[in-house]
């Protein structure tokens, strides 16, 4: 059984910074990719930051320059640094891993619960 924890959502401010980590625990034989996805109400689940293995990351064009993922691969957790938020980025973010939870078994997506994000003007 493979869980991801995430932590770090909250209210903040426009202009202001939040730390969403994402902890990932139980079976877990090897992982590739870890990233973050939001999804606002009444709109579709988007990818805001995407790092690979190889430690190559991928960012969608509205957190450009906002944001840092970053992963630390012994501890199997993956963070988003979120500075300059705007109203516009409120939405519930969450935690997305590639894992392999045995060696027979193919790379699955793991979804975390989701962690509330709201950002006021």
């Known amino acids: 059984q493979v869980q991801l924890v995430e932590s770090g959502g909250g209210l903040v401010q426009a202009g202001g910074s939040l730390r969403l980590s994402c902890a990932v625990s139980g079976s877990v034989y090897t992982f590739n990719a870890m990233g973050w996805y939001r999804q606002a109400p009444g709109k579709q689940r988007e990818l805001v930051a995407i790092s690979t293995r190889d430690g190559s990351t991928n960012y969608a064009d509205s957190v450009k320059g906002r944001s840092t993922i970053s992963r630390d691969n012994a501890k199997i957790t993956v963070s988003l640094q979120m500075n300059s938020l705007k109203p516009e980025d409120t939405a519930v973010y969450y935690c997305?891993?590639?894992?392999?939870?045995?060696?027979?078994?193919?790379?699955?997506?793991?979804w975390g619960q989701g962690t509330q994000v709201t950002v006021s003007s």
């Open positions: 997305n891993v590639a894992i392999r939870s045995t060696w027979y078994t193919n790379l699955n997506d793991y």
